[in-house]
């Protein structure tokens, strides 16, 4: 059974990059046809695609955040991570990772991690 | 910078049926694309609870149905349980110049 976790600093400060990894458990993160997403919500907020990622390392980035955002994938380590940088408090948000099943939807997603930009 | 609009909340007694619209535009509902639902309890993720417009998962109950025409889509539950209690997103592709993925703006579903 495949399963996602999110880890990384809780706190950046301003102007900082942030940076999370997604490991990828109980499967290969390299078989099948699916891409890896991240996706963020702030607090009391809904919910924003930032990325993807294919396993042969081709990207996608939501065009609000694209000049910040890279999203790159270690097969050997079955991790896919984000940065983003020049982060402000309007980055502040709980960031998931999630499994996008034949491009189309977000059929698993790990449990998430809050990242609060702070000085 | 959500692209799907859904009420802020419904609500209804146990045992009654609720619905939620979502509605979206030519560049995404209304293109064609397929429509999926999210349900997110208290201080969890969201988990996947209809794809394909449709289609439910392995494991989730029958109470939730979903349907889409023209440029909107609707999940209903029926039979509402206070384990329903939880915040509800559809989501959709979309072809335009904005994100890939799109959200609605969530609904509450309250168990009065």
């Known amino acids: 059974q495949v399963q996602l976790q999110e880890s990384g600093p809780g706190l950046v400060k301003p102007s900082q990059t942030l940076s999370l990894t997604c490991t990828v458990s109980?499967?290969?993160?390299?078989?099948?046809?699916?891409?890896w997403s991240w996706i963020r919500q702030p607090a009391g907020k809904g919910l924003e695609w930032i990325g993807r990622?294919?396993?042969?390392?081709?990207?996608n980035y939501n065009p609000s955040l694209k000049s910040r955002v890279t999203i790159s994938v270690d097969t050997s380590k079955n991790q896919f991570s984000l940065k983003l940088s020049s982060v402000t408090a309007a980055d502040t948000a709980v960031y998931y990772c999630?499994?996008?099943?034949?491009?189309?939807?977000?059929?698993?997603w790990g449990r998430g991690t809050l990242v609060t930009v702070s000085s | 910078q959500s692209v799907l609009t859904q009420p802020p909340s419904v609500s209804g007694a146990p045992g009654q049926r609720v619905t939620i619209s979502c509605t979206g535009s030519?560049?995404?509902?209304?293109?064609?694309?397929?429509v999926h639902w999210y349900q997110q309890l208290p201080g969890t993720a969201p988990k996947l609870l209809i794809y394909?417009?449709?289609n439910r998962p392995s494991g989730v109950p029958d109470r939730f149905s979903g349907s889409k025409s023209g440029t909107s889509a609707s999940l209903a539950i029926s039979g509402l349980q206070a384990e329903d209690e939880a915040d509800y997103y559809c989501?959709?592709?979309?072809?335009?110049?904005?994100?890939?993925?799109?959200f609605g703006t969530g609904t509450k579903v309250t168990v009065l």
């Open positions: 999630a499994k996008t099943l034949y491009g189309l939807y977000f059929d698993l």
């Open positions: 109980g499967g290969s993160i390299s078989s099948g046809s699916y891409y």
């Open positions: 990622i294919y396993t042969s390392g081709s990207t």
């Open positions: 030519s560049s995404n509902i209304g293109a064609g694309y397929d």
């Open positions: 394909g417009n449709s």
């Open positions: 989501q959709s592709y979309d072809s335009s110049l904005s994100a890939l993925y799109v």
